[in-house]
């Protein structure tokens, strides 16, 4: 079992940055695939970026692409998402997640498949 603790959310202008981070509990965090999903009140979450067991593998969704980096430090047990140029339409909690898969080089895209999740940060961007 694994436990997911987001951190870095915050208030920042259109054009700043800000560097999430999700600790995950446990000694076998490098066989999981993590993901970070957004969700703002009213709409469905949404997947944002996705990041294979090693890292080696990652995607995103088309409206952060060049803008948003998922990265992962197995020896710290954490997962990153980097946002840069943020945008008003970024402002959502920020929900990291992660499932345990046999095999590398994968990533997973729908919030179905997530099997943890933390507790959310929220992340505002003014215009």
């Known amino acids: 079992q694994v436990q997911l603790v987001e951190s870095g959310g915050g208030l920042v202008q259109a054009g700043e940055s800000l560097r999430l981070s999700c600790a995950a509990s446990?000694?076998?965090?490098?066989?999981?695939?993590t993901g970070w999903f957004r969700q703002v009140p009213g709409k469905e979450r949404e997947f944002v970026a996705a990041?294979?067991?090693?890292?080696?593998?990652?995607s995103y969704k088309d409206s952060v692409k060049g803008r948003f980096t998922i990265s992962r430090d197995n020896a710290k047990n954490t997962v990153y998402l980097q946002m840069n140029s943020l945008k008003p339409e970024d402002t959502a909690v920020y929900y990291c997640?992660?499932?345990?898969?046999?095999?590398?080089?994968?990533?997973?895209?729908?919030?179905?498949?997530?099997?943890?999740w933390g507790q959310g940060t929220q992340v505002t961007v003014s215009s």
């Open positions: 446990g000694r076998t965090f490098s066989a999981y695939a």
């Open positions: 997640a992660a499932k345990a898969v046999p095999f590398d080089g994968t990533t997973r895209t729908y919030t179905r498949t997530y099997d943890y």
């Open positions: 990041i294979s067991r090693s890292g080696g593998t990652t």
